[in-house]
Structures are given as C-alpha cells and as structure tokens.
C-alpha cells in the first residue's frame, strides 16, 4: 500500500504540482554567511567558484577534505541582501556547523571581517510542471523571471520575508520557499487548498531524484568518495582548478585527467529491481562493484540504479551482472538523468 501510495505520487508530480514536505522532513538545514570576506570563507572549504555568482545565484557545491572526500554536498546563493544563503543536509548539520563555524573563528582571528547565522526557517518545495502557476497566484513577483537556481525575497500567499529559489531535486521544474518558521504552516495550507497541489512523502522524491540521476549523501557519495570517482567533476569551479586552492585539491586534480580507479555510474535492468548493497558483477561473474541506490522507475517501467564500478566499465552500453536475492541478472550502464529533466531557463 505504501509502496503505490509513493507511486501516485511520484507519477502525479511528473503531470502536476506538489509540495513534497515542509520544514525538517524535507531534511535541509539554512544557514547566512555574512561580512565582506563571506566568499573567501566559503571557498576555502567548497570547491565551487563562488565569487563568479551573481546576485541571487545559487550553485550546487561540495565541501570536501583534504584527501579530496566530500563531506556534504550543499547549494551556495549569493544572495543581492550581502550574504551567503546556505542550504545544506539536515543529517551532516552537526559537523556542516562545526566546519563553517571553525573556519568562521579562525578567518576572523587572522582579522577578517566574516560571520555565521544559522536561519531557524522551514523549507517547503513545491514541485511539477505546474509549479510555478500554482505560486504565481500567491506572490506579486514575476515568476517566468526566476530561472533554475536563482532565488528572490518576497511575500509568499500572505507570509513575508520568503526567499523563493527555482529548484528542488527531482528533475522537474519547481521552487524550494524558505519560510519562516511561524508562517509554515500557514503557506502550506494554503497551497493545499489549490487542487492540484497534493502531498508527497520522501519515499516518492527519492525515486523522483534517482530517475533524474541525482546523488543522495551517504549512499552515492560521502567521505570517501571524490568529486570525479562521484561523477560530480562539473562542480569544481574553473577558476578553482587553476588555483588549486580548495580541500583536497592535490588528490582530486590529478583524478581528471584519468587517474581514478572507479566511477559512479547509472545501471538499468529489468526482473528484480536493484537495491543498494547490491552487488555489481562483470561478466565473467567476479564482483566489481555495488550498488549504492536503486528502485523500479514508475516512469520507464524499468529498474534504475547507481553504483560505482572501475573505470573500464563505466562506459553507457557495457552489460553488466547485478545479484538480487542471491540470483544474477543481465544489468547494463546508462547514461544519466535516466528520464529528462526539466529545469526552467529563460528563453
């Protein structure tokens, strides 16, 4: 039951708009980086080129370690209000704090002027191909002036000091709304009342997420897996690379010009559908790698997986074995997102 429940809505979101959760569940924490040297904090600990955004523009990032494993992956705004807005896992908030805050005191002990405020708002995403319709009748602003990863401040159906963001992570068009926390449940009330708007849980924006090719920290990547092995290598910034001045540069440069020794990559099959620990086999039958997540795609009527497996097999179109439930099944690697995504640009 629960199982078809997240299908209607994985399904309906690909036809029509829906809010996926509110606040905590949607497992986001917020944070303001403040001061004149906001950039220079955020660079010496992300490997995106944040000092290139323009304002409002947001970037997704990766604060990584120095031997090149991402710590967590996050969306950096610069926001046109002279601050950084911050959105990163709720689950590595502990130690996403406890980085930000450390790099804070020692920058400012060196006399820069630089500061943390954590934002105690709930996040609400509403997403689908009608998205934007849906909020358009709540906000003054224009909405067909807000591309993908741009974000604005603004009323949102009665509730003040909203910042809209044009993205979410399910490959469809649609907003993430920081809102604060007193005004919560009151917006997603009231976009409820609107009928095509529905709820969904987190059992359907993983689905949505993985058919769109999208990672999930601490299944498809995490401390011990870089950028390029994670197939994140767009992330890091031009300007970035050149300098070489980001955490665990050394280790994840030379990677980009081969040297790695495996690769995340996206797997389709049909039968059984893949899970994560699944293992990756080559033909001949010897295990290569495993898959870290996977389910049936309500929208292919195929099984979709990710999984990391050596680079001599990464290539779309190599067949592959996967082993579920302890029997071998013909899997082959493919190109991600698996279904087109569709992000809003400007025309």
Not at 113 to 139: C, F, H, K
Not at 228 to 245: H, I, Q, Y
């Amino acid at each position: 039951m629960q199982r078809a429940v997240s299908m209607v809505a994985h399904l309906g979101l690909r036809l029509q708009a829906l809010p996926s959760a509110l606040g905590r569940p949607l497992s986001c924490a917020q944070t303001k980086i403040l001061g004149c040297d906001r950039v220079k904090l955020m660079e010496s600990l992300v490997v995106g080129d944040i000092a290139e955004l323009r304002p409002n523009q947001g970037t997704l990032s990766l604060f990584t370690n120095e031997a090149g494993g991402i710590l967590d992956d996050l969306i950096v705004t610069s926001t046109s209000e002279g601050y950084l807005y911050v959105v990163s896992n709720a689950g590595c908030w502990d130690k996403d704090l406890a980085l930000m805050q450390g790099k804070v005191r020692e920058l400012q002990n060196m006399g820069s002027d630089v500061s943390l405020e954590v934002v105690d708002n709930g996040l609400l995403a509403l997403q689908g191909p009608t998205a934007a319709q849906v909020l358009q009748a709540g906000v003054a602003d224009d909405l067909r002036k807000l591309p993908f990863m741009t974000s604005a401040v603004m009323e949102v159906f009665g509730v003040s000091g909203c910042r809209v963001t044009r993205c979410g992570y399910t490959g469809e068009d649609g907003v993430e709304i920081s809102v604060p926390a007193a005004g919560a449940v009151h917006l997603a009330t009231a976009l409820l009342e609107n009928p095509e708007v529905k709820l969904a849980g987190l059992a359907a924006r993983d689905s949505l997420r993985l058919e769109a090719g999208l990672c999930l920290y601490g299944s498809d990547i995490d401390e011990h897996t870089t950028p390029v092995e994670g197939s994140l290598s767009w992330t890091l910034g031009k300007r970035r690379r050149t300098a070489m001045d980001f955490p665990g540069a050394s280790v994840i440069l030379p990677q980009l010009k081969g040297k790695v020794q495996r690769r995340r990559v996206g797997l389709m099959c049909e039968g059984a559908p893949m899970r994560a620990h699944s293992p990756i086999l080559n033909m001949e039958g010897t295990m290569i790698g495993t898959v870290t997540s996977g389910c049936p795609s309500p929208c292919l009527k195929k099984n979709v997986a990710m999984g990391y497996v050596p680079c001599e097999y990464s290539r779309p179109g190599t067949p592959l074995l996967v082993e579920v439930r302890r029997k071998q099944q013909m899997a082959v690697v493919s190109k991600m997102p698996f279904v087109t995504t569709n992000y809003y640009t400007l025309k």
